[in-house]
């Protein structure tokens, strides 16, 4: 076996050092290099050949290492043992990780290195298998995946962190800079040590809640993200968020915010890609979120206009120009500065309803953008530099949440299933003895689809298929009717009604007949169906009960 590399601090480990030293910077002069992501080595060659730091390395590593000119000590030459199991084994071994943990300190553990022939290590230098590619990559076969689940790069960051009091962690290249200037300066201080070992370990963490999450999926008969409605929630559920952007503010400018994001995830506004405008706000965030998923949930060609995270304005149409153009007359005082979402392409045709006069809106999001609309949007209106355009992403944005949609509140987390799912009218059931019209059939089913994104209590008046009032955010039933037929003055006038929850009493429906409303769709479950059933019947108004509510506080 190759003699090891004639070391400085094998000296000092026969002479522990005083609490003093806690204090200081600790000089490296030997390191163990073992990344995964090449780039950025160069940087570290030149220092460390400049400084004459002693490297030990794994076979990859010690290869590009060598390959810029550094001597290079390989792993096996300090364990006297090969690298087995196609490299499932390299670093695993005691002249490692005592290398690592040995406390400077104590006069026994210098004893140990000494007895044994062991060399300290000043710094580690590790970046893992890049495991989010299986998590990212539902296609992957699973004996693959298992093989980017790096199990030696772990290790040794959590051993160099923990004993940051004389090892140094490195766990990202964007510390390189860092560390070469520590290597000039006589090594880190102890507060930077601290610093880079609470991010050494985050970043672990992270990389195990991501495996984590994989297994469970690969474990499960059928992935959390694809659970059932009413399947059991998970016992504990791991989540490691990263900041996506950082915001000016949040709800009001005294409240600090950004915006965080499962790692590796990009579906839903994890996936948003900005093309023109101001930059986001928190408000703009929680807006887009209500308007893309309510979007989402028609198949045809969609306009939402959202305005504090309520459609104040929607219509299904032929085109997205004719449901926009509709959508933006629902209420047009409350369209001026909202939010916009389409469920199709957005293209010249609808930009062009949004250059009429008088019109404003914050934020327009599609799936994609013609080019020309987009040139239109940005050059033509007076407010062509504050709108932001933003592509939302098509996938599953719920699958990095193990298929749960989460809320804040003080001190934890609720957790359900989101209630993203298409009702179904074939399991509607008529409740009174007059039958629904059959041109009012696709207005029931949209109105019942916009009630269920409105703030409950939640009313939704519709003609055809466009909302043109909104009770919404009501403390009773009876003032969301009220609410929501008032904005909709005449045009309530033949068209259909939907409510959130069933009908607690009959004076709800006296006052849609009283405004002519020609159908009503809602839940049912109260004790009192049957008053508010009569009610419908004297008032010759069909009445639909879909068996599910759709509260939305």
């Known amino acids: 076996m190759t003699a090891p590399t004639p070391h400085p601090a094998r000296d000092a480990a026969t002479a522990p050092q005083t609490q003093d030293a806690h204090a200081s910077r600790v000089p490296i002069r030997r390191v163990f290099v073992s990344v995964f992501d090449k780039s950025g080595l160069e940087h570290l060659a030149a220092a460390f050949r400049e400084s004459g730091v002693a490297v030990a390395s794994t076979g990859g590593t010690r290869t590009a290492l060598q390959a810029l000119g550094l001597e290079v000590e390989d792993v096996s030459e300090i364990t006297g043992f090969p690298e087995v199991l196609d490299g499932r084994v390299k670093t695993l071994h005691p002249k490692i990780f005592a290398g690592l943990l040995a406390r400077r300190d104590r006069t026994d553990d210098a004893e140990v290195l000494a007895e044994h022939g062991i060399d300290l290590f000043d710094a580690v230098i590790v970046s893992l298998y890049p495991f989010e590619r299986a998590a990212a990559d539902a296609a992957m076969p699973p004996a693959e995946a298992i093989e980017l689940i790096d199990i030696g790069g772990p290790s040794l960051l959590r051993a160099a962190a923990k004993n940051h009091a004389f090892t140094s962690v490195i766990s990202s290249a964007t510390q390189y800079a860092d560390l070469v200037e520590a290597v000039a300066a006589g090594g880190f201080t102890l507060a930077q040590r601290r610093k880079l070992a609470a991010e050494a370990i985050a970043h672990t963490a992270a990389y195990d809640t991501m495996i984590a999450s994989w297994l469970a999926n690969y474990a499960a008969d059928t992935p959390p993200a694809e659970a059932a409605d009413d399947s059991p929630l998970p016992a504990r559920l791991s989540l490691d968020l990263e900041q996506r952007m950082s915001l000016r503010y949040g709800e009001n400018p005294h409240q600090a915010a950004a915006f965080y994001a499962p790692a590796g995830t990009h579906g839903?506004?994890?996936?948003?890609?900005?093309?023109?405008?101001?930059?986001?706000?928190?408000?703009?965030?929680?807006?887009?979120?209500?308007?893309?998923?309510?979007?989402?949930?028609?198949?045809?060609?969609?306009?939402?206009?959202?305005?504090?995270?309520?459609?104040?304005?929607?219509?299904?149409?032929?085109?997205?120009?004719?449901?926009?153009?509709?959508?933006?007359?629902?209420?047009?005082?409350?369209?001026?500065?909202?939010?916009?979402?389409?469920?199709?392409?957005?293209?010249?045709?609808?930009?062009?309803?949004?250059?009429?006069?008088?019109?404003?809106?914050?934020?327009?999001?599609?799936?994609?953008?013609?080019?020309?609309?987009?040139?239109?949007?940005?050059?033509?209106?007076?407010?062509?530099?504050?709108?932001?355009?933003?592509?939302?992403?098509?996938?599953?944005?719920?699958?990095?949440?193990?298929?749960?949609?989460?809320?804040?509140?003080?001190?934890?987390?609720?957790?359900?299933?989101?209630?993203?799912?298409?009702?179904?009218?074939?399991?509607?059931?008529?409740?009174?003895?007059?039958?629904?019209?059959?041109?009012?059939?696709?207005?029931?089913?949209?109105?019942?689809?916009?009630?269920?994104?409105?703030?409950?209590?939640?009313?939704?008046?519709?003609?055809?298929?466009?909302?043109?009032?909104?009770?919404?955010?009501?403390?009773?039933?009876?003032?969301?009717?009220?609410?929501?037929?008032?904005?909709?003055?005449?045009?309530?006038?033949?068209?259909?009604?939907?409510?959130?929850?069933?009908?607690?009493?009959?004076?709800?429906?006296?006052?849609?007949?009283?405004?002519?409303i020609a159908a009503i769709v809602q839940p049912g479950g109260s004790k009192r169906d049957p008053e508010v059933i009569a009610a419908a019947e004297e008032a010759g108004i069909p009445m639909v009960l879909t068996g599910r509510r759709h509260f939305r506080h």
């Open 268 to 516: 839903g506004l994890a996936g948003l890609r900005q093309l023109s405008g101001k930059e986001l706000s928190y408000n703009n965030l929680k807006d887009l979120d209500a308007a893309v998923r309510l979007a989402g949930l028609v198949a045809d060609p969609t306009a939402i206009v959202v305005k504090h995270t309520n459609p104040c304005g929607a219509a299904a149409a032929d085109s997205v120009a004719a449901a926009l153009a509709a959508a933006m007359q629902a209420d047009p005082t409350s369209a001026f500065g909202s939010i916009v979402a389409v469920n199709h392409p957005f293209d010249v045709e609808a930009a062009e309803i949004l250059l009429a006069p008088g019109l404003f809106v914050e934020v327009i999001a599609a799936p994609s953008f013609d080019p020309k609309a987009v040139e239109l949007l940005t050059t033509k209106p007076t407010w062509r530099a504050s709108v932001r355009l933003v592509e939302i992403p098509a996938g599953n944005a719920w699958a990095a949440t193990a298929g749960l949609e989460l809320t804040s509140v003080a001190g934890g987390l609720l957790a359900q299933r989101p209630d993203d799912q298409a009702d179904d009218p074939s399991t509607w059931k008529l409740a009174t003895s007059v039958s629904v019209p059959a041109h009012l059939a696709a207005p029931l089913e949209f109105a019942f689809t916009m009630v269920r994104r409105l703030s409950s209590n939640a009313i939704a008046v519709c003609q055809g298929t466009s909302l043109v009032g909104a009770g919404i955010g009501q403390t009773s039933r009876v003032d969301a009717v009220r609410h929501s037929l008032e904005k909709a003055g005449d045009r309530a006038r033949g068209g259909v009604l939907a409510s959130d929850a069933f009908f607690p009493f009959p004076d709800s429906i006296a006052l849609a007949s009283a405004a002519g």
